[in-house]
């Protein structure tokens, strides 16, 4: 049986910070407010003109440096975000291109916070049925380039930054499940409501976020605790199987709740959302980086791993390292 595992993670962040301090002069909110709600105390920030591509880029390569491969062994390329440096082409191509690699597929995926899970759930997908041997997958974003600085609603929840990780063929499972959804019927509780085809522009209407943000909460604690449940059952295992809980990191207490479900303890839980915020689609794999890098997820352990965006989109995936 061919199955796929992570070989390597890298992940990079943009060296500006903004702190909520810094905010309390931007919008009318207070550090207070925004850790009690939320759990956030700093974000990175990119600067005027820098990328998704330019985030991600690094990440890729301390991805590659840790899984030990080089540019020609990568034969596929899938990048999650939905903040691209162009309409076209794609980031993945633009990333390939960067990164010196000719041929292989190369394509992004857009499922807001949840399109790290998607794209790895394709990547998976490829190498089992034999399509790919070595993919590249990356979750970069630069939200603030879509924020309403005066929305203190959105503003004090977004970070930018970039994650990736190398999957290669194995001859055990690795990635042992997924369950990836989607609902268009809630579009209007989160979106960016400007595009090519609904027009846009920098005064009237222009490339913003809007968030209903309550209705999001409510609505992301019940669904990320059912996909939680069906994707650790549809693996015929346990909750007392899972080591860790690596959680899109929205909001402390979106988190919270879901370890409370599956009775892990807070210790259980790789938390990054103090010091990034909610950085989409590259809110994962950093924090699957940083638990890896500083020693916590161990060869043999299982790891959970769940998100909830736009779209609506939610999904979960259940590792082996
Ligand atoms: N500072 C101070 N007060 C604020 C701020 C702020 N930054 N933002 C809102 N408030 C106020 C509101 O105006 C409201 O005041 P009112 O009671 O006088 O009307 C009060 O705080 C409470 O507002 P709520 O929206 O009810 O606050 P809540 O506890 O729900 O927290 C939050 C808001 C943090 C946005 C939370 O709802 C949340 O995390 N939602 C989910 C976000 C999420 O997971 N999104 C999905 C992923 S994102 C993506 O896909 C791009």
Same mark, same amino acid.
């Given at each position: 049986m061919r199955y796929s595992k992570i070989i390597g993670t890298g992940s990079y962040l943009p060296e500006k910070v903004l702190t909520n301090v810094d905010l309390e002069g931007i919008v009318d909110t207070t550090d207070a407010w925004i850790q009690e709600r939320t759990g956030i105390v700093k974000r990175h920030i990119a600067i005027p003109g820098q990328t998704c591509s330019d985030l991600a880029e690094p990440a890729a390569l301390n991805a590659m440096a840790a899984a030990q491969v080089k540019p020609n062994n990568i034969d596929l390329i899938i990048v999650a975000t939905t903040t691209p440096d162009q309409v076209f082409p794609s980031t993945a191509c633009i990333i390939q291109q960067r990164l010196g690699i000719h041929g292989c597929p190369a394509f992004d995926i857009q499922a807001v916070c949840t399109g790290f899970i998607y794209a790895l759930?394709?990547?998976?997908?490829?190498?089992?049925?034999?399509?790919?041997?070595?993919?590249?997958?990356?979750?970069?974003?630069?939200?603030?380039?879509?924020?309403?600085?005066?929305?203190?609603?959105?503003?004090?929840?977004? $970070?930018? #930054?970039?994650? !990736? +990780?190398?999957?290669?063929?194995?001859?055990?499972?690795g990635i042992i499940t997924s369950k990836i959804h989607a609902d268009g019927s809630y579009k209007e509780l989160l979106e960016v409501p400007a595009g090519? $085809?609904? #027009?846009?522009? !920098? +005064?009237?209407?222009p490339l913003y976020m809007t968030m209903r943000g309550n209705e999001v909460f409510k609505f992301a604690v019940r669904t990320l605790e059912r996909i939680a449940e069906e994707t650790i059952s549809s693996a015929n295992l346990t909750r007392d199987d899972i080591q860790w809980l690596v959680p899109h990191q929205a909001n402390i207490r979106i988190i919270q709740a879901t370890a409370r479900k599956l009775n892990l303890p807070m210790e259980r839980v790789v938390i990054t959302v103090a010091e990034h915020g909610n950085t989409s689609a590259a809110s994962i794999p950093m924090a699957l980086d940083v638990a890896i890098r500083d020693g916590r997820i161990c060869q043999g352990e299982r790891v959970l791993m769940e998100a909830f965006g736009g779209g609506f989109t939610w999904g979960a995936m259940l590792v082996k390292f």
């Amino acid at each position: 049986m061919r199955y796929s595992k992570i070989i390597g993670t890298g992940s990079y962040l943009p060296e500006k910070v903004l702190t909520n301090v810094d905010l309390e002069g931007i919008v009318d909110t207070t550090d207070a407010w925004i850790q009690e709600r939320t759990g956030i105390v700093k974000r990175h920030i990119a600067i005027p003109g820098q990328t998704c591509s330019d985030l991600a880029e690094p990440a890729a390569l301390n991805a590659m440096a840790a899984a030990q491969v080089k540019p020609n062994n990568i034969d596929l390329i899938i990048v999650a975000t939905t903040t691209p440096d162009q309409v076209f082409p794609s980031t993945a191509c633009i990333i390939q291109q960067r990164l010196g690699i000719h041929g292989c597929p190369a394509f992004d995926i857009q499922a807001v916070c949840t399109g790290f899970i998607y794209a790895l759930t394709i990547a998976d997908q490829f190498i089992r049925t034999g399509a790919a041997n070595c993919a590249l997958v990356i979750g970069t974003e630069v939200l603030s380039h879509i924020i309403n600085w005066q929305d203190r609603n959105t503003c004090v929840l977004f $970070g930018d #930054g970039a994650g !990736a +990780v190398v999957l290669k063929r194995a001859t055990e499972p690795g990635i042992i499940t997924s369950k990836i959804h989607a609902d268009g019927s809630y579009k209007e509780l989160l979106e960016v409501p400007a595009g090519i $085809g609904v #027009g846009f522009d !920098a +005064v009237n209407n222009p490339l913003y976020m809007t968030m209903r943000g309550n209705e999001v909460f409510k609505f992301a604690v019940r669904t990320l605790e059912r996909i939680a449940e069906e994707t650790i059952s549809s693996a015929n295992l346990t909750r007392d199987d899972i080591q860790w809980l690596v959680p899109h990191q929205a909001n402390i207490r979106i988190i919270q709740a879901t370890a409370r479900k599956l009775n892990l303890p807070m210790e259980r839980v790789v938390i990054t959302v103090a010091e990034h915020g909610n950085t989409s689609a590259a809110s994962i794999p950093m924090a699957l980086d940083v638990a890896i890098r500083d020693g916590r997820i161990c060869q043999g352990e299982r790891v959970l791993m769940e998100a909830f965006g736009g779209g609506f989109t939610w999904g979960a995936m259940l590792v082996k390292f």
